[in-house]
């Protein structure tokens, strides 16, 4: 292949390989998506290195794939239209921390858990936390959200700048260090959330946050999902800083107790966790508790130990992984939607009465704070009568969040598993999307077949 062969005069030979191990590790996520690996797979350690890799492939018409952790949920680094996958593995540096401007500039491949750990030294933290150990890079390029979301925002809140490779090799900054901008189009929030389609993610200015003096988390339990997502947002209408609130229906409590060792209440759960200073947090425990008494609450639990609510978290962190423990011989099938808050109650019993009448294994756990959730099904790929129960259920809940006005991804993004409900939640604005597609990437080399149907 001629274009490999410029590419290894460009690059050292670890930079590129064909070997068939490495081409299936970037051929597949997390997701239930058959598996597709690209041609070959490159590693560049410098931005001058991704130019030189999309000359060359702009040359050539070989399709590009942004490539972070493989920890996607939608089929977005398939290589279903062949070409080659860029892994950002080698561009993890922590390039400069700025603690008076509460900013810190990474390159793609840094991990969450690594950024962390070095911005601890600072007495500051990233906010976003999708659970998944994922990089900057993949989690800017699907928008990532988590359980933090509900106090701080999801991933396109925090990017101020963004250096970004386009499909002829051309290197542009999408902002700036400033706290805010009225100069020209906004770029930021083009590019996140764009899942490879338009460019290669070189580096990021990222926003980030002082660590709080205190930290609390707390677990209540209900009879009822119905009196769950009240009680939560009762939370929100009081306006109590909570830091994140997050929904685990009873199917899922039970697999987290049995995967974790735990002994929880196995009815609809809420975990929460609140930051501040002492005084301020005694005052909105006290709330709190009122709240979830008059929501008709079973039981609720606080922790200030850190080990304790790193148990706590860990266990709702871990909820996938537990269904994947207990169900051996079966494949997860993660799906999300997002509805306004006021929405939230119906969606979620709507969709509990989803996954019973399909008779799959599954749950439902969500960021309540903001109106997403997600459902996880248990499959068997190689029975067609799981995936078309499960396609249902999909179907089913994409289609309520629609018409209520949300949207059919709220953070996992589209892919190809959500490309298909483009046209009916966007219209006539999906032909402005793929005008846009269309400039900057005239060819259709950047991830091609993903979010447009």
Not at 293 to 313: G, P, Q, S, V
Request: aromatic letters at 6%; a negative charge; hydrophobic letters at 35%.
């Amino acid at each position: 292949m001629l274009f490999l062969e410029e590419l290894k005069n460009k690059l050292s030979d670890e930079q590129v390989s064909v070997n068939e191990t490495v081409r299936q590790q970037h051929g597949r996520d997390e997701s239930y998506h058959r598996t597709c690996p690209p041609e070959a797979v490159v590693f560049p350690k410098t931005t001058a290195e991704v130019s030189e890799i999309m000359k060359l492939a702009s040359l050539h018409n070989v399709p590009v794939i942004p490539f972070g952790y493989g920890s996607s949920l939608e089929g977005n680094v398939m290589a279903y239209e062949g070409g080659i996958s860029i892994d950002f593995s080698f561009m993890d540096k922590i390039l400069e921390v700025r603690p008076d401007d509460f900013l810190v500039k990474v390159q793609p491949g840094v991990t969450r858990t690594k950024l962390n750990k070095e911005l601890k030294k600072y007495g500051l933290f990233f906010s976003v936390d999708p659970g998944a150990d994922a990089t900057m890079g993949g989690m800017a390029a699907t928008n990532a959200s988590g359980t933090s979301a509900v106090r701080y925002g999801v991933m396109r809140d925090q990017v101020r700048d963004m250096e970004v490779v386009l499909a002829d090799g051309m290197v542009i900054h999408t902002g700036n260090l400033a706290a805010k901008s009225s100069s020209g189009y906004n770029l930021n929030g083009l590019f996140v959330g764009s899942e490879g389609t338009l460019g290669c993610f070189t580096e990021l200015t990222l926003r980030v946050y002082g660590i709080s003096e205190h930290v609390l988390a707390a677990r209540a339990s209900f009879q009822t999902l119905d009196e769950s997502v009240q009680a939560v947002i009762s939370l929100l209408q009081a306006g109590i800083p909570i830091a994140r609130v997050e929904l685990v229906d009873e199917a899922s409590m039970k697999q987290i107790n049995r995967y974790s060792a735990t002994n929880y209440p196995e009815g609809p759960t809420l975990f929460l966790e609140f930051n501040g200073n002492e005084h301020g947090l005694k005052q909105d425990v006290e709330l709190t508790k009122e709240l979830m008494r008059d929501h008709n609450c079973t039981a609720i639990d606080f922790e200030t130990d850190t080990a304790a609510r790193n148990k706590l978290w860990e266990a709702r962190h871990h909820v996938a992984y537990a269904y994947i423990h207990n169900h051996k011989g079966r494949k997860q099938m993660v799906t999300d939607v997002c509805v306004p808050i006021s929405e939230m109650a119906g969606a979620i019993k709507d969709a509990r009465h989803a996954v019973e009448a399909s008779g799959l294994p599954g749950g439902i756990v969500g960021h309540v704070g903001d109106g997403n959730y997600h459902i996880i099904l248990m499959v068997r790929p190689e029975e067609e009568s799981d995936l078309e129960k499960a396609d249902r259920v999909n179907e089913h809940i994409v289609s309520y969040a629609l018409q209520r006005g949300g949207t059919c991804t709220g953070e996992h993004s589209v892919g190809v598993g959500k490309k298909k409900y483009q046209e009916q939640e966007h219209g006539d604005a999906l032909i402005v999307m793929r005008k846009i597609k269309k400039a900057l990437d005239p060819k259709n080399l950047m991830n091609p077949g993903k979010i447009f149907p």
